[in-house]
């Protein structure tokens, strides 16, 4: 805990870093300016960033009469970052610059619901990005590493307190993950990690007030409320997945019916799709899983979809106009400027978005639904780990508090 003049100074930092990250390139005189901080405590916070290879020197500006001032830019390139996501299918990971630039990426299956194994995958896929990095005159160091998990997940204390697909109650992630890696780590569910993945580097960036809707196995909400993610009075919030969206729908693993997962989730998708075969309708997909319909999953219904199968396409569009009921809900109640889908399920791109915005834009109050956009992640499966990246970089420079 810094006190007194240590604090002042990591204070006086931190500000003069957040500036010229976000307003450089800045001569010294501007910074000081702009941050009302005197001329002799401006350079000696600029030596030390200069130094620590947060910020360079490049080129002059414009002069005011005089010598022209040397200009100062942040350097994306100071850190690495790793994020990372544990999801019911996969591990992924990749390596980031503080811009969001990957360097290199990393993906295995998830093979249990053991959360021990699974983590130790994710601890695993650190390691192999960490492993032999691309060489530089300066070794770069790593900051630390970010992961959004499924599930209820307390970033603040660092706790995994539950999860649909692992066997998990509240599990101390973050301690158990910093003893192994002996790196800084933070949590966040997987959905909320998402949305600040795309407030980072995505699709919202300078948005403030956002969902981003992950729909995979599962589906759940990241909410941006203010700039700041909203995660309700105990860490609940955005479980759009069990909002109800059929009153005589089918049984939902939470107990209750017509949760949207039960009909737009992937696995919802496959278990609809072999419906429609059992009432004969022709399809590719009975020759895809050669016969067996019991290997029918979303990936495979979003497959003969692509190519150009009927029964596959309506039966994404049956779930995109679910989720766009839910999505028109969500307009209402929250007046977002942007709701960006992403997610496995993503994947079937207008197949699902063009009758999700239909069903959405039908059920949205026509001065709401006229300010808000409707799209795609443009990150992709590197959505998640790309979200745990940025977390990471956030804390790197918040600016510190007093008390
Ligand atoms: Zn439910």
Redesign the pocket.
């Known amino acids: 805990m810094l006190a007194g003049p240590e604090l002042i100074r990591a204070i006086n930092k931190q500000r003069v870093l957040r500036l010229i990250r976000s307003a450089g390139p800045i001569s010294r005189a501007d910074a000081a300016e702009q941050t009302g901080l005197t001329r002799p405590t401006i350079s000696a916070v600029v030596s030390e960033l200069l130094e620590e290879g947060w910020v360079e020197e490049m080129g002059t500006g414009e002069s005011s009469g005089g010598r022209p001032p040397i200009l100062l830019r942040f350097n994306p390139r100071a850190r690495y970052v790793v994020g990372a996501e544990l999801s019911a299918g996969h591990v992924r990971a990749v390596l980031s610059d503080l811009s969001g630039n990957v360097v290199r990426r990393v993906k295995y299956r998830v093979e249990s619901s053991d959360p021990v194994q699974e983590l130790g995958r994710v601890e695993q896929a650190v390691r192999d990005l960490l492993a032999n990095l691309p060489k530089t005159a300066q070794p770069v160091p790593v900051a630390g590493v970010g992961l959004g998990i499924t599930g209820m997940v307390d970033r603040k204390t660092g706790t995994w307190h539950y999860s649909p697909h692992f066997d998990v109650a509240d599990m101390p992630v973050v301690q158990m993950l910093e003893e192994r890696l002996v790196l800084p780590v933070w949590i966040e569910n997987d959905a909320r990690a998402m949305a600040w993945g795309d407030h980072s580097f995505g699709a919202a960036k300078g948005i403030d007030n956002f969902a981003y809707i992950r729909v995979g196995v599962g589906i759940g909400a990241g909410l941006i409320i203010g700039g700041e993610l909203y995660g309700g009075a105990h860490e609940g919030a955005g479980e759009i997945?069990?909002m109800i969206v059929d009153n005589d729908g089918p049984r939902?693993?939470?107990g209750?019916y017509g949760?949207l997962?039960t009909v737009a989730s992937a696995t919802a998708i496959a278990r609809r799709a072999v419906k429609r075969l059992g009432q004969g309708q022709p399809s590719r997909i009975v020759e895809m899983v050669e016969g067996d319909l019991d290997r029918v999953i979303g990936t495979t219904v979003i497959d003969a979809a692509d190519e150009g199968d009927e029964l596959a396409r309506d039966t994404l569009a049956e779930a995109g106009r679910y989720l766009g009921l839910a999505i028109g809900n969500l307009i209402n109640l929250l007046n977002p400027s942007m709701v960006i889908v992403g997610g496995g399920t993503a994947r079937a791109e207008n197949l699902l978005l063009q009758p999700l915005r239909e069903a959405a834009m039908a059920r949205a109050l026509p001065t709401l639904r006229e300010k808000v956009q409707i799209v795609l992640t443009p990150l992709g499966e590197d959505s998640c780990p790309l979200g745990g990246a940025a977390l990471v970089i956030e804390e790197l420079f918040r600016v510190p508090s007093v008390g």
């Open positions: 997945g069990h939902c693993r939470c209750s949760c997962e």
